[in-house]
């Protein structure tokens, strides 16, 4: 009696379409894809998104046809960011491949690293943020990746409410 040997097909990544009900932390707002692929139809999104619970990469195509794969990181921001009462979010980071690599090793060696990124989610009130450079760090523990850094004022010190006047002087 022969046993037929199975052939090992490699298998994508899973594409998860309830990413509101995925852990972050329990008072987070959580995006659910990062903006360039939140604007996609259904359709566009199976046949160009890979997503895993924590990552998204995206194959976008630009107005002269070529492609580009985009790689995004699901991470924690609390605004304003050094609060430790500040608002929770579950956000996307833009990463290069080089950082992508870089918090996966990290993540799964369990040694820190930190990266740079852009920030890929609209936020409410804080109109500024969204493509604002930003640092993620991984701290070499089991938690979440998160936003340690930022260049957006209204990620630092939380959203300009009223007349308040900003570090550089303006007026809302």
């Known amino acids: 009696m022969t046993k037929d040997k199975k052939k090992k097909v490699k298998k994508p990544l899973p594409i998860v379409t309830d990413v509101a009900s995925l852990p972050v932390e329990e008072t987070a707002l959580s995006a659910r894809w990062p903006e360039p692929v939140l604007v996609l139809s259904d359709v566009e999104r199976q046949s160009r998104v890979r997503a895993g619970l924590d990552s ?20 924690v921001l609390r605004v304003p960011l050094c609060s430790p009462k500040g608002r929770v979010y579950g956000v996307f980071v833009e990463v290069d ?9 990290a993540f799964k060696a369990k040694v820190p ?16 943020a969204y493509g604002s450079d930003v640092d993620v760090e991984e701290d070499g523990s089991d938690a979440r990746a998160r936003v340690v850094a930022a260049v957006s004022p209204s990620l630092n010190e939380g959203p300009q409410v009223g007349p308040r006047v900003r570090a550089r002087g303006t007026r809302s």
């Open 56 to 75: 998204v990469l995206f194959d976008d195509v630009k107005s002269d046809g070529s492609r580009i794969t985009r790689g995004f990181v699901r991470v």
């Open 97 to 105: 491949r080089a950082g992508y690599a870089s918090l996966q090793h």
């Open 113 to 128: 690293t930190r990266v740079k990124g852009r920030l890929a989610t609209r936020l409410p009130f804080l109109d500024d």
